[in-house]
T-cell receptor, first 114, second 112 residues
Framework: GAGVSQSPSNKVTEKGKDVELRCDPI?????LYWYRQRLGQGLEFLIY????????KSGLPSDRFSAERTGESVSTLTIQRTQQEDSAVYLC????????????FGPGTRLLVL | KQEVTQIPAALSVPEGENLVLNCSFT??????LQWFRQDPGKGLTSLLL?????REQTSGRLNASLDKSSGRSTLYIAASQPGDSATYLC???????????FGKGNQVVVIP
């Protein structure tokens, strides 16, 4: 595809349920990032994947959050036992992997936890 | 920890006026600085990226400057149009770090 795609675009779930969010990066991009944007807040870094290296998980807010990526393709972000404070827009970005490169963002998944 | 601040948080201007958006960051050790645009309910669109060795970048009506030593960047939008209404986000890529550090954005409304 031409850009980063994410699914679902919107997700409403009940507190305590698990959710899985998906990101398809731009083909050939080795770096993939997840960010979270809560209402009225700036974007918060969650996790970074670069090729086959160990991911940088330092931004994950709790052990309820996890993410996987197979090679240089699709990534999934999983939130277990969702809480109301998890409600946010979850944005995925990819880049060609060099630190000077532009990050290209997907449209985001809007998560609402009731 | 890198802190990014954007002032003003929100502004309205009449169509045709030039827009000036300010971004400041606390640590000058950066690889680059990037300006994004975000429309309601949409993702981020990259507007301009300035490498740490550069002083400015231009694209059409947009010009972004970078003064790394003072920790400041300014985004100029010439002859604003209603279609420029959006939130503009500034982000820096700190050295030794994989993440972008974002400001909270400048919410702009251009009045026809």
């Amino acid at each position: 595809g031409a850009g980063v795609s994410q699914s679902p675009s919107n997700k409403v779930t009940e507190k305590g349920k698990d959710v899985e969010l998906r990101c398809d990066p731009i083909s050939g991009h080795t770096a993939l990032y997840w960010y979270r944007q809560r209402l009225g807040q700036g974007l918060e870094f969650l996790i970074y994947f670069q090729g086959n290296s160990a991911p940088d998980k330092s931004g994950l807010p709790s052990d309820r959050f996890s993410a996987e990526r197979t090679g240089e393709s699709v990534s999934t972000l999983t939130i277990q036992r969702t809480q109301q404070e998890d409600s946010a827009v979850y944005l995925c970005a990819s880049s060609r992997g060099r630190k000077i490169e532009t990050q290209y963002f997907g449209p985001g998944t809007r998560l609402l936890v009731l | 920890k890198q802190e990014v601040t954007q002032i003003p948080a929100a502004l309205s201007v009449p169509e045709g006026e030039n827009l000036v958006l300010n971004c400041s960051f606390t640590d000058s050790a950066i690889y680059n600085l990037q300006w994004f645009r975000q429309d309601p309910g949409k993702g981020l669109t990259s507007l301009l990226l300035i490498q740490s060795s550069q002083r400015e970048q231009t694209s059409g009506r947009l010009n972004a400057s970078l003064d790394k030593s003072s920790g400041r960047s300014t985004l100029y939008i010439a002859a604003s149009q209603p279609g420029d209404s959006a939130t503009y986000l500034c982000a820096v890529r700190p050295r030794g770090n994989n993440r972008l550090a974002f400001g909270k954005g400048n919410q702009v409304v251009v009045i026809p």
